[in-house]
């Protein structure tokens, strides 16, 4: 069992190539004994963005805050809080920022043991925090 209130959780930058002031926290992950999928909290600046990208996995997506686009497969879909999205896996995605403030959404994902080279657990704070990259990267 966790509870913790999500600004206890550390607010990393998601910095690999493509992302602009994009933020992450790990709200619940496998190192929290969550046998199955682990929940993210992503913040992205006004006029930010997520790199546009796609892996084996799908991730089920709930905005919290904000005004968004979803670019997929190179079409643009406006969003807003309150809204949900399911996310293909193998589908070419991003998340855009169109909002004047903060756009903040949830994002779950499966483990590792449920997709073959995804790793889903939080990275350790001795590496940078990539959870775009391909192979056995921290994913979104």
Same mark, same amino acid.
């Given at each position: 069992? $966790?509870?913790? =209130?999500?600004?206890?959780?550390?607010? $990393?930058? &998601?910095? &690999?190539?493509?992302?602009?002031?994009?933020?992450i926290r790990w709200l619940i992950a496998e190192k929290d004994g969550a046998p199955n999928?682990?929940?993210?909290?992503?913040?992205?600046?006004?006029?930010?963005?997520?790199?546009? =990208?796609?892996?084996?996995?799908?991730? &089920? #997506?709930?905005?919290?805050?904000?005004?968004? #686009?979803?670019?997929?497969?190179g079409n643009e879909y406006p969003f807003k809080a309150d809204d949900s999205m399911y #996310?293909?896996?193998? $589908?070419? =995605?991003?998340?855009?920022? &169109?909002?004047?403030? $903060?756009?903040?959404?949830?994002?779950?994902?499966? =483990?590792?043991?449920?997709?073959?080279?995804q790793d889903t657990k939080e990275p350790d704070k001795k590496k940078p925090v990539n959870?775009?990259?391909?192979?056995?990267?921290?994913?979104?």
């Amino acid at each position: 069992m $966790k509870l913790t =209130h999500f600004s206890q959780v550390e607010l $990393k930058p &998601v910095d &690999v190539e493509g992302a602009e002031g994009t933020f992450i926290r790990w709200l619940i992950a496998e190192k929290d004994g969550a046998p199955n999928f682990a929940m993210r909290l992503f913040e992205i600046e006004h006029e930010g963005h997520t790199p546009y =990208h796609k892996h084996a996995w799908e991730h &089920v #997506i709930y905005c919290l805050e904000g005004n968004g #686009i979803l670019v997929f497969e190179g079409n643009e879909y406006p969003f807003k809080a309150d809204d949900s999205m399911y #996310i293909d896996p193998e $589908k070419m =995605h991003q998340f855009r920022n &169109v909002g004047e403030g $903060k756009l903040k959404f949830l994002c779950m994902i499966p =483990h590792e043991n449920n997709y073959v080279g995804q790793d889903t657990k939080e990275p350790d704070k001795k590496k940078p925090v990539n959870p775009f990259a391909s192979g056995k990267a921290n994913n979104c």
